[in-house]
């Protein structure tokens, strides 16, 4: 078989050759390319020493990214290439990184310290491949298998834990029972890792495919990283809406809507508060009063520990505190404000989430819990078709306008844009500069702004 590589590599390949050095495309993007995927990142893997690498590339804009454990990074025509000498690594006391490296002029060698066969074939365009560890087979098999021991590997660096599962989420493979065995009891090993990196893997493993098998057979993994989660295993819910336990219909939920990191967190997230909002009635049935307010609670707490970004947080927790909502029971006005406080996007995106809510229950029940998500979201669409103004950004007149009719930057000016923008939203003031302005007018009149600061009015 041969690989289409790009012209950048394949130039850096000739340069390295025309020295009388070795050197293959490694990892990733051999991978991808013999899945017939469209490989992105091409990493090359060389025989040269670092410094023969900068020789070799003297005429190029290089980077030395890391010449200590022998990576140079070049641009050729606008693509960078990470060039990273054979090596051989040694200890990793820290779980994650090699305490030294030893250089080596063997392909063999540095293919035997990577993590998984599929990513152990190196591919050169004259020498063709290298795959001591049996990797295409592995493709071929769909299986996640380590190199060499499963143990050694994950003690040389945890990552490759999570990373094991979110190729066998993202790709669709079945995980080699010896590294399954391993992953089980390697796990704890993941308190070594930043969470920062925990997140990057967790964020790929719950938008791949098999991110349902995943959560079903590794959940010891996933409750030692996300504690918060445990309690949902063995929840009931004797309820004549739900048939599984909270965590069994968070799979199934999570499983339901699209593959994108703020949905699939959202639903991951969505019911953690019900074990703590428990209750059970006289007739045994369970109910989860107030529980999406607890989850957001939760799932804020996991987003600061995770050390997201605000905006990812803050859009992740709405979702989970609104996930209960019943948009065939909301009319127009109330649509209005759900996307003046939220956001158009995210009141979209609550659909959505209904809709995968509500997939994960009693099956008896969908048919038309759906309809009632249809119903609601035409109702949605009226209404953000027929109105332009959902935050005080949107009014036609501002606080330059304000100012104009004698009213000074204030808390006072700020009140009176959200209560104009209460009354736009309300149909009881039209948004035009003309109708605003008359009203602002109003409500600066001594009677009026009695009855303005007055919240009981």
Known sequence: M?????????RAIEILS??????????????????????????????????????????????????????VTVIIDSMSL???????????????????????????????????????????PKKGFADPFGGQEDIKRKLIRCVGDADRRFNEDALRILRALRFSSVLGFEINPETAKSIHRNYKLLENISVERIFVELSKLLCGKDAGRILREYEDVIFYVLPELKPMKNCSQNHERHIFDVWGHT?????SVESDPGLRFAMLLHDSGKPHCKTTDENGIDHFYSHAKTSRKIAD?????????????????????????????????????????????TVEELFKVRAADVSAQNPKFIEESLQSNEIGFKTFEETKNEAACFKISDLAIGGKELETLGVKPSPEMGRMLETLLEEVMEDKTKNTKEALSERAVQLIQPQERRSYGNSKN
């Open 2 to 10: 041969v690989i289409n590589i790009p012209h950048q590599v394949n």
């Open 301 to 345: 707490s996991i987003m600061l520990r995770f050390k997201t970004s605000n905006a990812f947080r803050n859009h992740v927790c709405n979702l989970v505190e609104y996930h209960d909502f019943l948009p065939d029971k909301i009319n127009k006005k109330t649509f209005r404000k759900y996307i003046g406080k939220l956001g158009l996007d």
């Open 82 to 124: 990470e060039i990273t000498t054979f090596r051989i690594e040694h200890g990793y006391s820290d779980n994650r990184h090699p305490d030294s490296v030893d250089f080596t002029d063997r392909i063999e060698d540095d293919l035997a310290r990577r993590d998984f066969t599929v990513n152990a074939i190196a591919y050169s």
């Open 18 to 71: 025309e020295r009388g050095h070795l050197a293959y495309v490694v990892g990733g993007a051999v991978r991808d390319a013999l899945m017939g995927k469209t490989a992105s990142d091409w990493d090359i893997t060389t025989s040269a020493k670092p410094s023969e690498t900068l020789d070799a590339f003297k005429n190029f804009r290089t980077v030395e990214t890391g010449l200590k454990h022998g990576t």
């Open 251 to 255: 799979i199934k939920a999570v499983e």
